[in-house]
C-alpha cells in the first residue's frame, strides 16, 4: 500500500472545526482512503473512506484533492471526546488488509 | 448486531511462558480476521491475518503464531514470550469483500511480559 504522511500531532479548541491534513502523494488509482480512530486504550475505530469524490457522514467530511496527492479529515465541531489518534490509511481495491501509520494525535483543549 | 470479544483483557506472564489469546465473532459469518499488536507509544502492527478456517497469513516474521480453528474464533499463541512481546494486543474483523472496507475491533489483551 502506498504511504501516509500526517502530522504527529494538532491541537484544536472545543466546539470549533477541526482540519486534519494527510498526504498522500503516491496513492494510485485503485487506492482507497480509510481514516480510522483510536481513543485512549481502546481499538481504532472507523471513521470515514473515500475513493474520489468528497464525502460525509455522521462523524465527519473527507476532502480529497483533485488530484487525489492529499485528503482532509473535518471534524465540524469538535468535543472533548473527539481527542483520539487519528489514523490515515490507503488501501487498494483487492487488499483485504489496513496497515496503520502512526497517526495524528488530537488534543482538544476546552 | 455484531459483537467481537477478546480475552482476557489484562494478562502478566514471565519470559519464556507460554501464551493463548482468544478473539471470538457473533452475528456474522465467514468474515475476515485480523490480529493487531501495539507497542508502548506506537502505532498498529498487523501480525497475522485470515480470509477463513486456517488460512492464516502472517506479515511479520516472529515468535508468535494465529490458528482459526472455526469460523469466527482466532487464537494468537506463543510457545516462549520475549520481553518484546509486550504490548497491547487488538484483534479485528471485516466483512469480505465490502468496498466501505470497515474494520472492526474488539476492546483488546493487554499483555506485559516480565
Known amino acids: 500500500d502506498a504511504k501516509t504522511t500526517q502530522p504527529n500531532s494538532m491541537e484544536s479548541n472545543e466546539e470549533e472545526p477541526v482540519h486534519l491534513p494527510c498526504n498522500h502523494s503516491t496513492i494510485s488509482g485503485t487506492d482507497y482512503i480509510h481514516w480510522y480512530r483510536q481513543l485512549p486504550s481502546q481499538g481504532p475505530e472507523y471513521v470515514i473512506h473515500g475513493l474520489t469524490s468528497n464525502v460525509n457522514n455522521r462523524m465527519a467530511s473527507l476532502a480529497i484533492a483533485e488530484d487525489r496527492k492529499s485528503s482532509t479529515l473535518i471534524l465540524h465541531r469538535a468535543t472533548l471526546r473527539d481527542a483520539a489518534v487519528y489514523y490515515c490509511i490507503l488501501r487498494d481495491r483487492g487488499n483485504e488488509k489496513l496497515t496503520f501509520g502512526t497517526g495524528t494525535r488530537l488534543t482538544i483543549i476546552p | 448486531s455484531q459483537t467481537i470479544h477478546q480475552w482476557p483483557a489484562t494478562l502478566v506472564q514471565p519470559v519464556g511462558s507460554p501464551l493463548s489469546l482468544e478473539c471470538t465473532v457473533e452475528?456474522?459469518?465467514?468474515?475476515?480476521l485480523y490480529w493487531y499488536r501495539q507497542a508502548a507509544g506506537r502505532g498498529l502492527q498487523l501480525l497475522f491475518y485470515s480470509v477463513g478456517i486456517g488460512q492464516i497469513s502472517s506479515e511479520v516474521p516472529q515468535n508468535l503464531s494465529a490458528s482459526r480453528p472455526q469460523d469466527r474464533q482466532f487464537i494468537l499463541s506463543s510457545k516462549k514470550l520475549l520481553l518484546s512481546d509486550s504490548g497491547f494486543y487488538l484483534c479485528?474483523?471485516?466483512?469480505?469483500?465490502?468496498?466501505?472496507?470497515?474494520?472492526?475491533f474488539g476492546p483488546g489483551t493487554r499483555l506485559t511480559v516480565t
Open positions: 479485528a474483523w471485516s466483512v469480505r469483500g465490502r468496498v466501505s472496507y470497515e474494520q472492526y
Open positions: 452475528g456474522t459469518s465467514n468474515p475476515n
